[in-house]
């Protein structure tokens, strides 16, 4: 692609941005009495509100222009079409095809791969049901009553977040857990307690060669010998991988090994079989409602017009922010305490995906790509770091995620909640003027020296932007839906950047010096040479106090 087709709408954008230097967003709303009824999608479950964002009608237009020079649609087409859209590992990224649940044709290089996907959907989905319905049990003859997913990133974030998402929707009888940490904390709390003969260990690993994940299904795999006998591995194990052989090293048998492929990514792998956890806990006909909200998303992205196209305002609205206003971080705020780890799980998608500084074709980049994401869930997060985000120096947009319904919860506190988070969105944008500050203490009769010495500190500057995810319920299909917004969101902005939204090199320097360092830590006599003199230090402090 020429680069340079995107000189006149960045120049438009820089000039835009300046002549919007004063415009504040409450001001655009008293300009325009259309602005929410045009500042909104609604789509079937979820209205994506992005009036309270710091945008008018030319910011959209002119950021469309963007989307068209950078072929935005010519690349969503390749992205569909199976093309090697991640060239540094050749590959094409077809997480789409996990979540198709018609079965159309979707091919890979060339071939379909959709008869693949639906029979191994179909043999992970039948595997979660007799694991539900027990009639798959442990070596001892009992059924399982505990899943433990041991997996880490995309092969641990994905499933964790939608367990306790969708918890009102999983099996009373069934117990999900998570271990991904090499710290043995993880492992030594999930199994405090448990009782081992019920407990199905399922490995997830995309590569099987994962550090934490091996170490701890390593360890796991000996508490099981130990405690229940060698032949009990193959009863309380399976596995999710793409690799065959080093499954079957592990002990697992071809019928619990369930397949993907390496055209999923790690952090786009929750449709495939890294679901499993998922399935059994929600059933196989929830996680296909799951898939089908992450298809109704793909139809919507791939059919709509881009002016009202959720994932590409979505995506529009971020590079605004982070290559026309410099904020350099975002928030995501679920206000609903069972997505609490969807901040987390986000952080993956896109700080994995998008944080970038070389193009598709090498050179440096030469606008800021991938912003920080972080989150809490209100209302604890408006405890906690909001005062930051009211009257802090930087600027920090919110995405909110509210649902209009509670799924089993009292429905007065939720009301509470949802006025919270309407309250927090309103008061960003309009904060409270000094004059405004100055005028309530005089009406609580505060005098004058007071008020002179706390209005500064009273005062809110407001035209602080936010966008509001309004969702029917939390249920499989909203989730699902949730989800792959963001991900067509984060593959919007790799188009504009002109990344590779699908590697993650930057993640294999630490793996490298861990392994390196390991047998460092662990014996004492070992030379220290060659190391900086910072981490030489730490290692002669760390024997001493280890003793070793
Ligand atoms: O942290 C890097 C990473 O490769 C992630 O992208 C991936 O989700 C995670 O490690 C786990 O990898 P695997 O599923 O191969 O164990």
Request: one cysteine or more; hydrophobic letters at 45%.
């Amino acid at each position: 692609m020429d680069r340079s087709d995107l000189s006149e709408p960045l120049y438009a954008l820089e000039a835009h941005r300046t002549d919007m230097g004063e415009a504040t967003i409450a001001g655009l709303f008293a300009k325009d009495p259309r602005r929410f009824a045009d500042f909104h999608v609604a789509l079937d479950d979820i209205l994506f509100d992005f009036s309270k964002h710091r945008v008018d009608r030319t910011t959209l237009a002119l950021l469309l222009d963007l989307a068209r020079a950078a072929k935005l649609e010519e690349r969503r087409a390749a992205l569909f079409a199976g093309d090697i859209v991640n060239p540094t590992e050749h590959r094409p990224a077809l997480h789409m095809a996990l979540r198709n649940t018609r079965g159309t044709p979707m091919r890979a290089a060339g071939v379909d791969v959709m008869p693949e996907v639906l029979a191994e959907r179909r043999k992970m989905l039948a595997f979660a049901e007799d694991v539900r319905n027990g009639r798959v049990r442990g070596a001892a003859g009992e059924p399982f009553t505990d899943v433990v997913n041991i997996g880490i990133g995309g092969s641990d974030l994905g499933p964790a977040m939608a367990s306790e998402a969708l918890s009102p929707f999983v099996a009373p009888h069934l117990k999900l857990h998570f271990v991904a940490n090499v710290d043995g904390a993880d492992l030594a709390d999930t199994l405090k307690g448990l009782a081992l003969d019920r407990a199905l260990f399922i490995v997830c690993s995309k590569t099987f060669t994962t550090l934490e994940t091996m170490t701890n299904a390593t360890a796991a795999r000996e508490v099981v010998v130990a405690k229940l006998g060698g032949a009990a591995v193959a009863a309380q194990f399976c596995a999710v991988s793409t690799a065959q052989r080093e499954v079957a090293a592990f002990g697992i048998a071809e019928d619990r090994h369930f397949r993907f492929w390496d055209w999923v990514g790690g952090r786009y792998s929750v449709w495939s079989s890294i679901g499993l956890s998922l399935a059994i806990g929600i059933g196989a006909a929830r996680f296909e409602e799951f898939l089908g909200g992450g298809e109704t998303i793909d139809r919507h992205f791939m059919e709509t017009p881009l002016a009202c196209n959720v994932p590409v305002l979505m995506a529009l609205i971020g590079i605004w922010y982070r290559n026309f206003w410099d904020y350099v971080v975002e928030a995501v705020i679920p206000y609903d305490q069972r997505l609490r780890r969807f901040p987390a799980y986000l952080q993956q998608l896109e700080m994995e995906s998008n944080g970038k500084s070389a193009d598709l074709a090498g050179a440096p980049i030469e606008s800021a790509t991938g912003a920080i994401l972080f989150g809490e869930p209100g209302t604890n997060a408006q405890h906690a770091f909001f005062q930051l985000l009211h009257q802090g120096t930087e600027i920090v947009p919110v995405d909110f995620l509210v649902t209009a319904a509670p799924t089993a919860a009292d429905p007065e506190q939720h009301r509470l909640l949802l006025a919270n988070c309407l309250a927090q969105s309103e008061a960003l944008m309009r904060g409270r003027t000094k004059t405004e500050v100055e005028t309530r203490l005089r009406a609580q009769g505060v005098g004058e020296d007071e008020i002179a010495a706390l209005a500064p500190h009273k005062t809110f500057h407001g035209n602080r932007p936010s966008g509001m995810f309004l969702l029917r319920q939390l249920n499989p299909r909203t989730l699902g839906e949730l989800i792959a917004l963001y991900e067509h969101k984060v593959f919007v902005e790799s188009v504009v950047w002109n990344i590779d939204p699908f590697d993650q090199w930057g993640v294999e320097l630490g793996k490298e010096l861990a392994l390196r360092l390991a047998p460092l830590v662990a014996d004492k006599g070992m030379p220290l040479d060659g190391l900086d003199t910072s981490t030489a230090g730490l290692l002669a402090q760390l024997r001493r106090w280890n003793g070793k």
